[in-house]
């Protein structure tokens, strides 16, 4: 077996205390063992978080300048080792080999546009009541901040939480999910090549006992969480009880209405794209889509043809698009749904005979109808290949169904009306609104979240990032 991969503490690379493990092995190939990963303790986190708040005073009293040359620095870190760090996400999670590289690309561009940030002018100057006073506010960092990120963006989600952290001052103690231990392991060799100050960014593997560990931690000031939605909740009322600043980001339904003047052909492939690329392992995927009874059978046509497009693997084959699920108990877990829901299967649904597709955890995509909204397959969050088709009378009765649910991420219309454009944009209850898109994926440098269930706190990325991570402070001074 691989010795177990260290944590990453005070700027060194250090064994974890305890001799608890778990392994990662490649979802595509379970004989394919990719890291043995330790689950650090209570004693570990705190080391870590010691770390952080040593390092704090330090890092937050370096200039902009200075923290931004070394974010630009990682990200010409991770340009330089690319193929590698892409080849590395596609064995740990399962994300086919194009869009791994897309997200190293974008880990890139996300410690450049921070680069940017960190030396950005911020505060106002007000006017005051009394004569010979200057009043202003500026932005202070909170102090370490904790970080519980997924495996679904491995490089991604981690660095649009710490590029921000870090460019404003604060210190960071990161727990990647237990199925990505490798990459964040990767990251970690990253920004240590990258000179940042030891302590200033540390990362702990680790389950979730190890997380509510970190999120216990009296040195922690912030949690920034994206996940599930029950694990969100949890983390949430600790913050809560402890008076800290919390943000999480815990997933969606999202929704795809086509209206019957809809470009069906572009509707159909960017439907096919966000509801079955990466197998549907995105917060943002689309996994319902509510068609007016006008094209439907126009539009299934379309989607299947689009479906059958979308190659399933291997994932380091560039043509692969859909790729397995990351764990067997993903697997499991969807089979069991799907078979305690039954639904009305359009197409999809099968995989080949093949003996490659025997190994691995593999989930065919599917299209399944449902008489109403109500349905589970229209409730719950599979994070599965699995998209379900609902139909609607008019736009009045789709946005109604978009929004019968819980969550409230990411939505698209479809449809070459203005005046639906702008009903649909003022009365979908999302944070993403999309017309004529798929439901995936937001600009780095644009605020991230949904409403509802689906976040909790202030927006993640672009300019929204400062209001979390820094402390607002109004100052006087009389001459």
Known sequence: MSAPLPLYLDGAFTPAAGTATRERRNPSDPNDLVAVAPIASAADVSRATAAATAAFPGWRHTTGPARADRLYRLGEVLAERAEVLAQLIAREVGKPIAEARGEVGRASVICRYYAGEAVRSVGTVIPPQTPDTLQYTVHDPLGPVALITPWNFPLAIPLW??????????????????????????????????????????????????????????AIRAVSFTGSRAVGERIAAACSARSIRCQTEMGGKNAVIVLADADLDRAAT???????????????????????????EAFLTRLQAATASLALGPVTEASCAVGPLVSADALARTHATLVDHPAELLFGGVLPPLPEWQVGNWCAPR????????????QHELFAPVLTVLRADDL???????NAIPYGLSASLFTRDLHAAFAYARRIEVGLVRVNGDTTGVDPHAPFGGVKA????????????????????TIQIHA
């Open 367 to 378: 299209a399944v109808a449902v008489p109403d909204a109500t349905h589970v397959l229209a």
């Open 454 to 473: 689906s976040s909790l706190g202030s927006r993640e990325q672009g300019p929204a990032a400062r209001e979390f991570y820094t402390e607002s402070r």
């Open 161 to 218: 939480k710490a590029a921000p952290a870090l460019a404003f001052g604060n210190t960071v103690v990161l727990k990647p999910s237990e199925l990505s231990p490798a990459v964040a392991h990767a990251l970690a060799d990253a920004v240590h090549a990258a000179g940042f100050p030891a302590g200033a960014f540390n990362v702990v593997h680790g389950d979730g006992t190890t997380g509510a560990a970190l999120v216990a931690d009296a």
């Open 270 to 296: 960017l439907t096919a794209a966000g509801a079955f690329r990466y197998a549907g392992q995105k917060c943002t995927a689309t996994s319902r889509v509510i068609v007016v009874d006008a094209v439907r």
């Open 396 to 402: 009045d009765h789709a946005i109604a169904q978009a």
